[in-house]
């Protein structure tokens, strides 16, 4: 008896381990399903909805599957036996056209969902939105291996730190030093890449106040495990008594600050700077924070225009400063001359134009991308145009 009770509680243990799953699920954090934000709400309903419709096809045929196999065992003999059948009409209707509408409903979700929930398309507004819902720009540096936030309405930076007002829109522009990262808040919004020398954008709004945690979702080396940022939602008040502390934290993140700022570093702490440079971003952006390194944007223009000649033969300065190899060495036997970077031809300050974001969103249903609706004018006809501006330069010298 002793031997058979064993054997029966070995053959039990698995299917005990396998009714332990869903009070293990109640430990995990289910922020994607359960956010704070709107955006990343729609896309977790969107997770949730797809999940059911594909399980309308996955549970029939797994239950069938052991109904036929107990139906059909050889130990039945009052089931019904037909070894020459191979084709039925109606079963073949019932067995395609199922996994046909769950895969056009999918996709006309999918596509639905893909448009409304663009990481560029700016957030639907009330029609009687006051100035504080209007937009908040965040500009987002994925740095190796911390984060950056710099707040240009309020003159201040952070790192790894974000606070946000509840109930306001946020516009991110995101961009990286070094390598691509992923910027992530799953309480937010979903997760879009951070690369050099190009923008991209989020929108994303936090309808509840409180603590959250955002990350990289990308793999970028050594310190990529600890590169997570605080991200507080805070009441009107709040953020405005957070800028009011981050103004009195004091210190300047000019570029020679951030030169010192962007070398390879793990578990920094949290940081604020009172005052940032204007235009630190957008030298980011076109990776010409180094004194006397032209622009990226400036290049282009020189490009555009034929280039400069013999005048541009010289154009060259050795690079002063590396950061961790990632931008030449003199130092590198492997190299046969001291790196070198194209110079500035002028020393005005630059001038950048800003590209506003597209209308906001309309919250009506689609009627097709790029569609008016009927009776009404294109919305934002910039939107349905390749931008023919070309790269901004600065004025000539």
């Known amino acids: 008896m002793p031997i058979l009770s064993s054997r029966i509680a070995a053959r039990l243990r698995p299917l005990s381990l396998l009714a332990l799953l869903p009070l293990l699920a109640g430990c995990g954090d289910l922020i994607v399903l359960d956010p704070a934000g709107d955006i990343a709400r729609q896309q977790g309903n969107l997770i949730v909805v797809s999940t059911v419709l ?15 196999a107990w139906r059909y065992r050889a130990a039945n003999k009052e089931a019904t036996y037909k070894p020459d059948w191979d084709h039925s009409t109606q079963l073949e209707l019932v067995i395609w056209a199922a996994p046909l509408l769950i895969i056009i409903c ?15 398309r700016p957030l639907a507004q009330n029609a009687a939105a006051t100035e504080a819902a209007k937009p908040l720009e965040v500009q987002v540096v994925a740095l190796d291996w911390k984060w950056l936030f710099i707040y240009p309405e309020q003159g201040v930076a952070t790192v790894n730190e974000l606070a946000v007002p509840v109930d306001r829109p946020i516009s991110f522009r995101i961009s990286a030093s070094s390598v691509m990262n992923s910027f992530y808040i799953p309480a937010m919004a979903g997760q879009i890449y951070a690369m050099p020398g190009m923008e991209t954008r989020l929108h994303g709004v936090l309808d509840k106040t409180g603590d959250f945690t955002g990350f990289s979702a990308n793999y970028s080396g050594a310190g990529f495990s600890n590169m997570r940022f605080a991200v507080k939602s805070l009441p009107a008040a709040g953020f405005a008594a957070w800028v009011a502390q981050a103004k009195g934290a004091g210190g300047t993140l000019d570029r020679a600050a951030y030169l010192q700022l962007e070398r390879p570093s793990e578990k920094e702490p949290v940081r604020r700077f009172a005052a940032v440079d204007a235009d630190l971003f957008d030298r980011v952006l076109n990776l010409c924070v180094e004194p006397g390194k032209m622009c990226m944007h400036d290049m282009m223009a020189i490009d555009a225009r034929g280039g400069m000649g013999l005048a541009g033969v010289h154009n060259v300065r050795e690079l002063a400063y590396d950061k961790f190899g990632a931008r030449g060495s003199a130092a590198l036997p492997a190299l046969p001359s001291p790196a070198r970077y194209v110079a500035e031809t002028c020393t005005t300050p630059m001038a950048v134009a800003k590209r506003p974001d597209p209308a906001p969103a309309d919250a009506r249903p ?24 070309g790269p901004v330069s600065r004025p000539a010298s």
């Open 54 to 68: 594909m399980l309308l096809i996955i549970v029939p045929v797994m239950a069938l599957t052991v109904l036929f």
């Open 106 to 120: 999918l996709g006309a979700i999918t596509w639905v969902a893909t448009h409304l929930l663009d990481p560029y």
């Open 366 to 389: 689609l009627t097709g991308v790029g569609l008016s609706r009927p009776g009404e004018a294109p919305q934002d006809p910039a939107l349905a145009l390749i931008d023919t501006r």
